[in-house]
């Protein structure tokens, strides 16, 4: 009888893991600067991005680091310079035209995509904005820089900038404006260290677009000259302005000149009585707010 020999095989069942390590496992996204999107969504997108954590080896760390991690050595130490994208846009979060480097202590404005549109460098440690920042950078329609530590911007700065609307300095160290672009509609300039000498006869006579014009919480002595008359906000309140003449918002030859875009000047917080001085309101449709008596 033949005997029926009977093979057994052991088999060993690993089982497959889908895992990657943690850092892989964050899905990133990359963007082209070639759209003018809306902003409204892209600035809640980019903050949920900003705020949102990853695991790395049982230790929460912050999205920009996470991004410096995926680098292998040799890329990790290149400073960024104008050849590449990349080293900004990990230290900061681009989207769709957008750059936002906020609250990442940075102490010069970063290389930018050529692209860029819109540059959001909120607090930081800015001391210093030279000519070269901007130099190749000429479709920035809004750049703000509130809450950085500026003393000093070359001349010349802003002055390729033919497409920017809205440029905020808030909250630094100016002692002077610089020179600023012809299509501004917005300037924000409040809680500097700015006086009168510090700002040109001519500084806004020519920006025929400007319409909200912000100088609060200075050390100016008087409104500065020859606004424009496209202004429709301004904002003076909390300085140490004693003078106003009758040329200051109207026009002491023409009786029947009447300020027609303004419609709001604050002065409040100066040493100065309005009431002192009432031809020079007399072309504007509201009074000044501020003191009276």
Same mark, same amino acid.
Do not use: W
């Given at each position: 009888?033949?005997?029926?020999?009977?093979?057994?095989? &052991?088999?060993?069942? =690993?089982? $497959?893991?889908?895992?990657?390590?943690?850092? #892989?496992?964050?899905? $990133?996204?990359?963007?082209?600067?070639?759209?003018?999107?809306?902003?409204?969504? &892209?600035? #809640?997108?980019?903050?949920?991005?900003?705020?949102?954590?990853?695991?790395?080896? /049982?230790?929460? %760390?912050?999205?920009?680091?996470?991004?410096?991690?995926? /680098?292998?050595?040799? +890329?990790?130490? =290149?400073?960024?310079?104008?050849?590449?994208? *990349?080293?900004?846009?990990?230290?900061?979060?681009?989207?769709? /035209?957008?750059?936002?480097?906020?609250?990442?202590?940075?102490?010069?404005?970063?290389?930018?995509?050529?692209?860029?549109?819109?540059?959001?460098?909120?607090?930081?440690?800015?001391?210093?904005?030279? =000519?070269?920042?901007?130099?190749?950078?000429?479709?920035?329609?809004?750049?703000?820089?509130?809450?950085?530590? !500026?003393? +000093?911007?070359?001349?010349?700065?802003?002055?390729?900038?033919?497409?920017?609307?809205?440029?905020?300095?808030? +909250?630094?160290? &100016? $002692?002077?404006?610089?020179?600023?672009?012809?299509?501004?509609?917005?300037?924000?300039?409040?809680?500097?260290?700015?006086?009168?000498?510090?700002?040109?006869?001519?500084?806004?006579?020519?920006?025929?677009?400007?319409?909200?014009?912000? &100088?609060?919480?200075?050390? *100016?002595?008087? %409104?500065? $000259?020859?606004?424009?008359?496209?202004?429709? !906000?301004?904002?003076?309140?909390?300085?140490? !302005?004693?003078?106003?003449?009758?040329?200051?918002?109207?026009?002491?030859?023409?009786?029947?000149?009447?300020?027609?875009?303004?419609?709001? !000047?604050?002065?409040?917080?100066?040493?100065?009585?309005?009431?002192?001085? %009432?031809?020079?309101?007399?072309?504007?449709?509201?009074?000044? =707010?501020?003191?009276?008596?």
């Amino acid at each position: 009888m033949k005997t029926l020999q009977t093979t057994f095989f &052991l088999f060993a069942f =690993v089982p $497959l893991v889908n895992s990657a390590p943690p850092i #892989q496992q964050e899905s $990133l996204q990359f963007y082209d600067y070639d759209t003018d999107d809306t902003l409204g969504s &892209l600035i #809640q997108q980019d903050y949920e991005m900003q705020s949102k954590d990853i695991r790395k080896d /049982g230790r929460n %760390v912050s999205l920009d680091t996470s991004l410096i991690l995926q /680098g292998d050595d040799s +890329e990790r130490n =290149v400073p960024p310079t104008k050849d590449t994208n *990349l080293p900004t846009c990990l230290l900061c979060v681009c989207l769709s /035209g957008s750059v936002y480097c906020e609250e990442i202590d940075i102490e010069a404005v970063p290389p930018l995509p050529k692209e860029t549109a819109y540059l959001y460098a909120r607090f930081n440690k800015i001391k210093r904005i030279a =000519v070269s920042d901007f130099a190749d950078i000429t479709t920035l329609r809004r750049i703000d820089f509130s809450g950085n530590r !500026i003393e +000093e911007i070359e001349d010349g700065a802003f002055s390729k900038l033919l497409l920017l609307e809205e440029l905020s300095l808030a +909250e630094n160290r &100016l $002692l002077k404006l610089p020179v600023l672009p012809p299509k501004l509609t917005t300037f924000n300039a409040n809680q500097n260290r700015i006086k009168s000498r510090g700002i040109k006869a001519n500084a806004f006579k020519k920006l025929t677009n400007l319409a909200y014009l912000y &100088l609060g919480h200075n050390a *100016l002595e008087s %409104v500065p $000259l020859n606004l424009p008359e496209s202004l429709r !906000i301004l904002h003076l309140q909390y300085n140490n !302005i004693t003078t106003i003449t009758d040329d200051t918002f109207c026009k002491s030859n023409n009786t029947r000149y009447v300020r027609t875009q303004m419609d709001e !000047i604050r002065m409040e917080g100066n040493p100065i009585v309005l009431a002192k001085h %009432v031809n020079a309101f007399s072309c504007l449709r509201t009074l000044p =707010v501020g003191t009276y008596y």
